[in-house]
C-alpha cells in the first residue's frame, strides 16, 4: 500500500516539476500536485508505515533484529521502533497540517492558482 500511495505522488510529482521548469505546466497538474497528498499520505503513512512496523514487531523481538548496533545503547531496536510508533501520530500531523500550509502557499484559498504579479509598489 506504501509503494502504490508513494509511486502514484511520485508520478504525479515529476512531471508537474518538469513542466514547470520549461514554463508550460498546465493548472490541472499543479492543482493535482498540490492536492493528491490529501489521500495519499494517511494511506502510505498510516496503513503502509505504520502497520509494517505494528506487525515487525514480533519478528524484531523473535529475532533480536540490528541487535549489534544497539548493543552499546540503553534500548534495543525493538524499543525503538515501539517509541517510534507511539511518536508517529503526532510527528505524522505536524508534517500533514506543514503540506496543507504549502498546498495553500501555492494554490490559494479555495485551490486556484495565486497569481505572482511581481512586487508590491507603493502607491502615495
Known amino acids: 500500500m506504501t509503494f502504490a500511495a508513494w509511486s502514484l505522488s511520485e508520478v504525479i510529482r515529476y512531471p508537474q ?7 508550460h505546466c498546465p493548472g490541472w497538474l499543479t ?6 497528498f490529501v489521500v495519499l ?13 505494528y506487525h515487525a514487531l514480533p519478528y524484531i523481538k523473535k529475532k533480536h533484529l540490528y541487535g549489534n548496533l544497539f548493543d552499546k545503547l540503553p534500548f534495543s531496536y525493538y524499543s525503538f521502533v515501539m517509541a517510534l ?8 500531523m505536524m508534517l ?3 503540506m496543507f500550509k504549502q498546498r495553500k ?5 479555495r485551490g ?5 504579479s511581481g512586487p508590491k509598489r507603493r502607491v502615495d
Open 17 to 23: 516539476y518538469a513542466l514547470n521548469a520549461v514554463g
Open 31 to 36: 492543482w493535482l500536485r498540490y492536492s493528491a
Open 41 to 53: 499520505y494517511p494511506i502510505g503513512a498510516i496503513f503502509g508505515e505504520v502497520l509494517t512496523m
Open 85 to 92: 510508533l507511539a511518536c508517529y501520530p503526532f510527528l505524522w
Open 96 to 98: 500533514y497540517m506543514y
Open 105 to 109: 502557499s501555492k494554490l490559494g484559498r
Open 112 to 116: 486556484e492558482r495565486k497569481h505572482h
